[in-house]
């Protein structure tokens, strides 16, 4: 599985990696990012996931070959 | 131009080029409408007492490009805009430059300055752009949620 993050997430990880690990939906995910770096907790918290050109709910099903974008609170303007 | 409020969906609504801003203005007239209500969001020199040198954008593009498009599609509905157009700046950006632009161009005023403030609200608070604040000692700050 693919991870893209973007702004302060970078702060706590690569702005792409690859996961090895097997998530099967987005709390899993979580988990095994907070396993790569503990102190992304507050931030992944206040974070929406999407794959594509849409969010996805916290039990949406992952696929093994998805690219999972992880989505910090906007700050635009 | 269009005259069915269509004519921004031919505008690229995330980009790394300076705003133009008059350009843009150009494109929002319409035999329909009385009002037009620009807003143009601009590098500030200072944040919380902070000297701001310069800021940086970015977006998560496809998503952001999407959602804008959708935040236009329904204010045009709910306001019945002749024409809504908004636009996004990303990379670094220096102090005064546009770094959004919304337009909003209806029959009257009183909706062309609501679904304007509408629009710039969400973009803000929904769209996946983030800025990241380079101050003067060196310093820089993602902004968790906009403080504006």
């Given at each position: 599985?693919k991870i893209?993050v973007y702004?302060?997430?970078?702060d706590y990880f690569?702005?792409e990696?690859e ?17 790569i770096?503990e ?5 992944l918290?206040s974070?929406?996931f999407?794959?594509e050109?849409?969010f ?5 099903k992952?696929?093994?070959n ?6 910090p ?5 | 131009?269009?005259?069915?409020g269509?004519s921004s ?6 980009t ?12 929002a ?8 209500v620009l ?10 007492g902070r ?8 977006s998560?593009?496809?998503?952001a490009?999407?959602?804008?498009h959708d935040?236009?599609?329904e204010?045009?509905?709910k ?5 809504a157009i908004a636009?996004h700046?990303?990379g ?5 430059e546009s770094a959004?632009?919304?337009i909003t161009?209806a029959a ?6 609501e679904?304007n403030q509408?629009?710039i609200?969400?973009?803000?608070h929904?769209?996946p ?15 968790n949620n906009?403080?504006?």
């Open positions: 599985m893209h702004a302060k997430l970078k690569s702005p990696f996961l090895d690990a097997v998530a099967r939906n987005t709390d899993e995910l979580k988990l095994r990012l907070l396993e770096n102190e992304a907790r507050q931030i918290d974070c929406r999407a794959i050109e849409g996805i709910d916290h039990d949406h992952l696929k093994e998805d690219t999972v974008i992880i989505i609170p906007s700050s635009g303007g | 131009m269009e005259v069915n269509s969906e031919t505008i690229e609504v995330i790394a080029e300076p705003l133009d801003v008059v350009d843009l203005l150009s494109q007239h319409h035999p329909g409408a009385g009002a037009v807003f143009s969001g601009e590098v500030r020199d200072s944040n919380k000297d701001v040198a310069c800021l940086e954008y970015e998560y593009t496809p998503l490009v999407k959602m804008i935040i236009l599609a204010a045009r509905e306001w019945g805009l002749r024409v636009q700046r990303i670094r950006l220096s102090i005064g959004v632009v919304v161009a009257h005023r009183h909706e062309a300055y679904a509408h629009i609200h969400r973009i803000k929904e769209v752009i983030w800025k990241c604040e380079y101050f003067s000692d060196g310093a820089h700050q993602w902004g906009c403080n504006c």
